[in-house]
């Protein structure tokens, strides 16, 4: 799962070509609406945060796009790796890291969407072809109230590769680093509405 070097755009394709019926491993941990559904299991890590994003429903539909085109994880040293996956449940999403000069592809799966006038956002649990086990949910909310703009992202994880595991405080570490990352690029996104 760790390399060297970074993949080609062809060896990315055949490694999708060839990952298209692996289902999900993880076990349901999370709910798309209500989060953690339970205690976690031993050995998982809970990741919660939410930023203010933008105001407005401008802002809102703005930030349902950039989530659309992924923009919360084009962040240099992470992207999606498969062009632009639609956000519907069975999608198979491939995500690509450069952590500690090795490049890695992850392979995760949509199991849940949500759509509605004030809320947009979903759920991937990962596959055996990912360097950790678990599911993590990417939330974009409009409170009609305040008119604030919201982005939440919620993970319950546990290390599923030897080399993950042997480096967990660096795998914590470049977890935390995503999120950070994540809410500050979203909001980039929205800048200039």
Known sequence: M??????SDEEI????????????STPQLL????????????????????SEIGRGPQAFAAARKALERW???DLGW??????????????????????????SINLSRIVEVLDSPT????MYATTALHV????????????PESASVS???EAVSRARNTLARIGYPFTRAMQHRFVRSSHARLKRSLLGL
């Open 78 to 103: 992470v992207r999606i790796a498969n062009p632009m996956p639609a956000i519907t449940a069975g999608e198979l999403v491939a995500v690509e890291a450069c952590t500690a000069r090795l490049w």
């Open 71 to 73: 923009d919360h994880f």
């Open 13 to 24: 394709n055949e490694f999708l070509l060839a990952a298209q019926e692996v289902p999900v």
């Open 151 to 153: 982005y939440l992202i």
């Open 132 to 143: 950790e086990e678990g599911q993590e949910r990417f939330v974009i909310e409009f409170d």
């Open 31 to 50: 709910s798309l609406t209500n989060g953690l559904t339970e205690t976690r299991p031993w050995g998982f890590a809970h990741d919660l945060s939410r």
């Open 119 to 122: 809320c947009f956002g979903f």
């Open 2 to 7: 760790f390399r060297l070097l970074r993949a």
